[in-house]
């Protein structure tokens, strides 16, 4: 089933900008998360260095105090302390755990105070949240000799953060909406670039192709490009210009042949006319031969029997009996051309075809030659069935009287002669047969005989040499043959080939 | 050749024979003399000559018009089919019974003979019998429709 192609098509381009949409977003995505995780350690790392710093700030500051043991003093350190810096919570420890000063007092519950407890010999800095940053860190007074270091005691803080998450936020965000931006402004770039690049040339490549199958064949495409688009366009260029050659090439070849066939068709219709003029002349040639070679004959004829009406009983025996001879003389003449013109029409003048019963016709035609038969002692066999065939009657009827006719006229046995009529159908051909027992005809004469005027050796038998010559022309109007099969003295046999397609009744029923 | 043919021909008085060649149509002219005893023939050697001979004749001339005419086809000069045409063209000649009898045997002459005009077509056969056999039934067949009141 054919498709639309353009219906529901997700083009190129859409494809090739969601692709590039999302390896935008990826990218950006992936470099404000990378970006946001440095930022976020850079900050911390920062932080616990502030908060370091100002832990020993403030344990620098206390540190006398701590010695007098001056818990105003260090109570007011802390409150400027808290006063100075985010801290949620900050607190002064002596060296054996005991709250120096705070900025929460212990009667007070707060979830602080636990997350900076337990004691502390080494600054510990530890980011519990985002929000939160607890630091322990030792205040100790160094010896100046050399000696031992003193721990004095420590300093407990928990700073509040939340400035540095708020501002990593807000950087995180601004990196989003900054990546959102760039890929808006990345689409139409995006389009034009694919457009450009890609589109433009696979849409010329298409109007090409579509150009060269409504058959203009001088299209090119036109695709310029240093890619595999460009290798695509200069292949389709060059099958264009073969499909260009080869179509020239195939037209020329076409032209020549037509030129021949004009010439061919030309000769023809020439030979075609010499032909029609050559018919036309024999046409004429017959006119003359019924009309003028007739007339002559019929006078005498006529003035022969006008002359024994006439004279009857006054004339001489001999007279008369030479007036017979001239009248049979004149009706073998006549014959012979009523042959001849019958044998020139056979080919130019074809008959109506009708189904011919053959074995009704051997019946009938035994019955006309029943006399002779009868007065030479033949024997006239029909092997039934014979086939019905559709063929012209009486010409058909000329043949088989032809063949019968010489098979009594050279018959030579004084009694137990045999004709015998016999048909078959083999391999789509009709082979009808007429057998003697005669003399049968020596191999150099069995050729010869179907000619016209040329007859066997012996011309003993009176005959003009027509009948074979119309039997061949007949059987050669269907596309058949006729054939003779003899040896000296064992008679002969006269085979009739008919193809069945040109002469069976319901075949040709069936063609028209 | 039946009874009622020869019969019809008994009674026939003047013929003109068209014809080119002198034999045939004495060899004519003597085979009608012997069927009709009391006609009177005329031969015209031609076309021309058979419609010359035909304007003499009643009701025009003097001399006694023909009741039939049997008309060769192939002809020196003026054929046979010419002579039809120009029968037909003149009005007192139309109505006068052509036989066609030539040698010539073809079935489009035949159609355009009658076609033209002619009563009767039909071929000389070279047998003596034959020939005064058709002769008879030709003349017969054309007097028959010579007779009967023209269209």
Known sequence: ?512 | MNSTAIESLRGLRGLLVVDDDADTAALICEIIRRLCPEVRITWARGGVEAIEYLRRCAPHGAAPRPEAVLLDMEMPGMSGLEVLSALAREGGLRDIPVAIFTGLDDAALRRRALRAGACAFAVKPVAPERLTAVLGETLARCLAAGREPRP
């Not at chain 1, 005498?300 to 029997?305: D, E, F, L, N, V």
């Not at chain 1, 010869?448 to 022309?473: D, E, M, T, W, Y």
Request: proline letters at 4%.
């Open chain 1, 1 to 512: 089933m054919p498709r639309n192609p353009r219906r529901n098509r997700i083009g190129l381009q859409t494809k090739a900008i969601c692709l590039l949409a999302l390896i935008v977003i990826g990218v950006t995505g992936a470099s404000a998360w990378f970006f946001h995780t440095t930022v976020r350690t850079l900050q911390r790392n920062t932080d616990q260095q502030f908060v370091r710093q100002i832990c020993q700030a403030l344990g620098l500051a206390a540190e006398e105090a701590i010695v007098r043991g001056d818990k105003v003093r260090t109570q007011q350190l802390i409150a400027e302390f808290v006063r100075s810096y985010p801290v949620r919570y900050a607190a002064i420890f002596s060296a054996d755990e005991r709250t120096l000063a705070t900025s929460i007092p212990n009667t007070q519950r707060s979830p602080w105070r636990s997350l900076v407890s337990g004691a502390v010999t080494v600054a510990s800095i530890e980011q519990v949240d985002d929000d939160t940053l607890a630091a322990c860190i030792p205040i100790v007074r160094r010896a100046s000799d050399g000696g031992v270091d003193e721990l004095m005691g420590s300093i407990r803080v928990v700073m509040d953060t939340s400035e540095t998450a708020r501002r990593l936020a807000k950087a995180r965000q601004r990196i989003l909406l900054i990546g959102a931006a760039v890929i808006l402004a990345a689409m139409p770039l995006g389009m034009l670039v694919v457009g450009r690049l890609f589109l433009r040339p696979i849409r010329q490549l298409a109007l090409a192709s579509r150009d060269l199958a409504r058959g203009e064949f001088s299209t090119r495409c036109h695709v310029i490009s240093n890619d595999e688009l460009g290798e695509l366009g200069l292949a389709f260029d060059s099958m264009a210009s073969e499909i260009a050659r080869q179509r020239g090439e195939l037209i020329s070849a076409n032209e020549e042949l037509e030129n021949k066939v004009a010439l061919r068709t030309g000769e023809l219709s020439q030979a075609n006319a010499r032909l029609r003029d050559e018919m036309a002349e024999k046409e004429d040639f017959l006119r003359a031969v019924s009309h003028d070679l007739n007339a002559p004959l019929r006078n005498i004829a006529g003035m022969a029997t006008m002359i024994v009406t006439q004279w009857q009983g006054r004339l001489p025996e001999e007279v008369v009996a030479r007036l017979g001879r001239i009248q049979a003389n004149v009706e073998v003449q006549n014959s012979l051309i009523s042959e001849l013109l019958e044998l020139s029409r056979i080919r130019s003048r074809p008959e109506r075809r009708r189904v011919v019963d053959l074995e009704s016709l051997m019946s009938d035609l035994g019955g006309s030659f029943e006399y002779e038969l009868q007065a030479r002692g033949i024997e006239l066999v029909v092997h039934s069935p014979l086939p019905a065939l559709l063929v012209e009657k009486n010409r058909f009827r000329q043949v088989f009287q032809n063949l019968i006719d010489n098979a009594i006229k050279y018959m030579d046995r004084p009694s137990g002669g045999r004709i015998e009529i016999g048909a078959r159908l083999e391999g789509g051909r009709y082979r009808i047969t007429v057998a003697d027992n005669g003399p049968g005809i020596p191999p150099e004469d069995q050729k010869r005989i179907f000619h016209v005027f040329r007859r066997g050796g012996n011309q003993r038998v009176p005959g003009r040499g027509v009948g074979l010559a119309l039997v061949k022309s007949v059987v050669a109007n269907y596309e058949g043959r006729v054939v003779v099969e003899s040896e000296p003295g064992h008679g002969a046999t006269f085979m009739i080939e008919l193809p069945e397609r040109t002469t069976r009744p319901a075949a040709q029923e069936a063609c028209v």
